[in-house]
């Protein structure tokens, strides 16, 4: 497998899982994700920039068209795989500046037989009961994995409504399994597995404060690629900010680096 080809298996499926949650309006180059409910960077931005070296100037302001007219600040998603290779340089003339940086990680489903146990006890912190880890499927368990999530990514207040609404329409996705984790009959935490074709995108993987450090994350990331292998995936792939404790704990998990994605963003 060339790299080239797994950086873009690990762009098509986090552009497809996103376009769950907005809107994918067609602009030749580029996937274009707008949701004017909800201004995050990480929903509204253009991915999958594959533009020719000529006219990129026009090419661009086409591209920042849907972002302009929504008042929304356009943002772009810069992984090895964009084109040209001078995109970024034109993107910082027209006064983009970094945003912040994410590392895209993979994991190879085919290395190894199951990932690891799940439904054990966490690992570390005091003492508690063994952690269930369930696919949501009723509507109850729906809205519990809403909440958790919530809490979980500490999400402002102003942002509950639309971002609970988001996530309740792409947990009901056929391709989507959401994980529920719950510890003595209290869900602490959640993971969203999306199958596209032979790639599992990790995402979502977050656990309320008081359940940290406990082992939980973990547990919840080895029950998704179970899942993944399950569903006939070879590769999964995930995305989480650079330099952080989460990146630390997904290569002990096994993960290893595939590249760093840049998202710029132009406020003015």
Not at 17 to 24: G, P
Not at 56 to 70: K, N, Q, S, V, Y
Not at 179 to 191: F, H, Q, R, S, W
Request: charged share 20%; glycine share 8%.
């Amino acid at each position: 497998m060339t790299a080239v080809l797994t950086w873009e298996r690990a762009e098509d499926n986090e552009r497809a899982y996103f376009s769950l949650l907005a809107q994918t309006l067609p602009v030749e180059g580029a996937a274009v994700l707008i949701n004017p409910e909800c201004p995050a960077l990480l929903i509204n931005r253009a991915m999958s920039l594959r533009f020719p070296p000529d006219n990129l100037g026009t090419d661009l302001a086409r591209l920042e068209a849907p972002f302009l007219r929504l008042r929304i600040p356009p943002s772009v998603y810069l992984t090895p795989a964009s084109a040209p290779s001078g995109l970024r340089r034109a993107l910082m003339a027209r006064g983009y500046r970094t945003e912040y940086r994410q590392t895209v990680m993979v994991y190879d489903l085919g290395e190894d037989g199951r990932v690891g146990a799940v439904g054990q006890a966490p690992a570390a912190g005091p003492a508690s009961a063994p952690l269930q880890v369930l696919e949501a499927g009723r509507p109850a368990e729906y809205h519990a994995w809403c909440r958790v999530f919530l809490e979980g990514f500490e999400v402002p207040p102003d942002m509950h409504q639309v971002m609970y609404e988001m996530n309740l329409r792409s947990l009901r996705h056929p391709q989507v399994t959401g994980l529920l984790g719950v510890v003595d009959g209290e869900p602490v935490a959640t993971t969203c597995l999306f199958v596209e074709g032979d790639t599992a995108g990790l995402y979502a993987v977050s656990t309320i404060p008081k359940a940290r450090r406990r082992g939980v994350a973990g547990a919840m990331v080895r029950r998704a690629l179970d899942l993944a292998r399950a569903q006939g995936a070879t590769l999964a792939v995930l995305q989480t900010g650079t330099g952080g404790d989460p990146e630390r704990l997904y290569r002990t998990l096994g993960f290893r680096d595939l590249f760093v994605a840049e998202v710029m963003t132009r406020h003015a």
